[in-house]
């Protein structure tokens, strides 16, 4: 039986590289200077292409937003069709805005950092909205004063390529005395001007770093680097570790062994911490002989350390684990205080986009105390259910724990909580779970819902979790790797879930 698939509106905020839908002139221009932008509006998710007029949205990130995505000083209103946010025509699909000073335009206090601009466009009444190709906001960093270099192409990144391709490459540096180009090691192009173009042929397999370097009169030096991958279409077919299952497998304290249920899929490579975020012939998956499943053993862990990772799938999709016990969320987790999960990780902002999934080895095991508990028969059973986010103003398993004499004394013998699994946003009832085994960290930790378990057990209370097997939501990997949108529906080769609702499963 497959799943019923349910729809979320969540608006997303995410880092991406935008593939010349934005240029901006100056290219390098500081919180004082002047700047025009241009969005070339057949570009991106191509939403405003034949829409006149385009309107602009914007704000900007500081070093003040409480994530590399949180917009501040946002000077247009959404919806407004007044004409001062009309952007200039600049013939065929290309609209453009000129600063004239960024910091006055904005209205930025001094003293706050400006890291970038953020875009995005809109038809009059919003209803048509202009993104990047993968629906995310857009963004345009604003430089140091003085000595710069930037790789400007190629834009996109990670960057896949075949054999037999040409690649342009163009660097732009700014009081430079010379400015080179490098392929890995090797120097391919120098000049003595601001900018530098080479065109190079792709004639064998492996990851290549671009790197530019510039050298100002002074002799100090600067470089900016980017990637291509030229993979390999000849897959390494092995059969699965024996012992292993879908998820994460910890094999020793230093090794994993992640396995991938996906089938049909055409490659799959495993991103994270532990390979700066980065493409990597060395962590692409290992496909099953019956092309069902893929896999990877990564060793070499630090014992204990917390690593975040995702599948990046066929070169468009990047899901978390679906088995994992913990996922980052870029859009919730600034939301969780430090009381209810100590030590929360960073969400690896401006490295990738959406959930990705957290591994840890030598994971101290929990200790439990309720050997001696008996759970009640069913017959006997008086069951509180609750919502651990409005039951204590807290929303924390700790403060939960401290409450459990109150239970005693209503005479209640079993708690119910209502689905704790991460599930899509912070202040739901959790219906809309998207990682069945993952404690939502709204909550607390996972050994804070264990405490809680073993303290009720303790006092003769049992434990009942609601769990939503039937439901799933647009962050499920289930509904992401096949899927006729970003976030769903389900597409009709989806393995676990209903492209439609079917009523007789609600």
């Known amino acids: 039986m497959k799943l019923k698939y349910l729809t979320l509106g969540i608006i997303f905020f995410a880092i991406n590289v935008y593939s010349q839908v934005l240029t901006w002139h100056p290219y390098f221009f500081t919180d004082t200077s002047a700047v025009t932008i241009t969005y070339d509006a057949s570009l991106g998710n191509g939403a405003l292409k034949n829409v006149f007029p385009v309107y602009y949205h914007t704000g900007v990130i500081t ?37 004239d000073n960024v910091r006055k335009f904005y209205s930025v206090p001094e003293g706050e950092k400006i890291l970038k601009l953020a875009f995005v466009f809109r038809n009059d009444d919003g209803s048509v909205v202009g993104r990047a190709a993968d629906g995310s906001d857009m963004f345009v960093p604003l430089s140091a004063k003085g000595f710069n270099v930037s790789i400007i192409s190629p ?21 430079a005395k010379s400015l080179s180009l490098y392929l890995n090691d090797s120097l391919i192009a120098i000049t003595q001007q601001d900018t530098i173009i080479k065109k190079i042929g792709i004639s064998e397999y492996g990851k290549k770093r671009i790197i530019a370097t510039a050298v100002d009169s002074s002799g100090n030096q600067a ?36 396995v991938l ?3 049909k899929k055409k490659f799959v490579y495993v991103i994270g911490d532990f390979n700066n975020w980065e493409v990597d012939p060395a962590y692409e998956m290992k496909q099953t002989p019956d092309g069902d499943r893929w896999w990877l053993t990564i060793t070499g862990l630090k014992p204990g350390k917390e690593y975040a990772f995702q599948y990046f799938v066929d070169a468009s999709i990047r899901i978390a684990d679906p088995y994992a016990d913990k996922v980052l969320d870029p859009w919730n987790d600034k939301f969780i205080d430090s009381q209810t999960y100590p030590n929360l990780i960073q969400y690896p902002y401006g490295k990738t986009t959406e959930y990705v999934s957290v591994l840890q080895t030598a994971q101290k095991p929990f200790n439990w105390t309720d050997d001696n508990y008996k759970k009640p028969s069913k017959e006997k059973l008086v069951i509180y259910e609750l919502l651990v986010r409005d039951f204590v103003k807290t929303h924390n398993y700790q403060t939960l724990r401290d409450t459990i004499s109150y239970f005693k004394k209503l005479g209640v013998n079993a708690i119910e909580l209502m689905p704790v699994m991460e599930f899509d946003g912070n202040l739901s009832w959790g219906y809309n779970p998207a990682f069945l085994f993952a404690p939502d960290k709204y909550y607390g930790t996972k050994n804070a819902l264990k405490e809680f378990i073993n303290e009720c057990h303790k006092q003769n209370i049992a434990v009942i979790l609601d769990i939503v097997l039937n439901h799933t939501f ?15 529906p389900p597409s009709k080769d989806n393995p676990w879930l209903n492209p439609d609702m079917n009523p007789s499963q609600s």
Do not use: C, H
């Not at 003040?64 to 952007?87: C, E, F, I």
């Not at 000849?234 to 304290?253: H, K, M, V």
């Open 261 to 263: 249920f996906a089938p």
């Open 474 to 488: 647009g962050q499920s990997p289930f509904v992401r790797l096949y899927s006729l949108g970003k976030y769903g």
């Open 63 to 99: 070093d003040l937003s409480a994530t590399p995505n949180d917009w501040r000083y946002v000077v247009t209103q959404w919806g407004n069709s007044d004409p001062k946010y009309v952007m200039r025509y600049a013939g065929g699909s290309k609209w453009q805005l000129t600063i």
């Open 223 to 258: 470089s900016d680097s980017t990637y291509f991958v030229v993979r390999n279409p000849r897959l390494t077919i092995e059969t699965q570790p024996a012992g292993t299952i879908e998820g994460i497998n910890y094999l020793n304290d230093s090794t994993v062994t992640l």
């Open 155 to 175: 834009s996109a990144q990670p960057l896949f390529l075949n054999i037999g391709d040409s690649l342009k490459i163009e660097a732009i540096s700014q009081l």
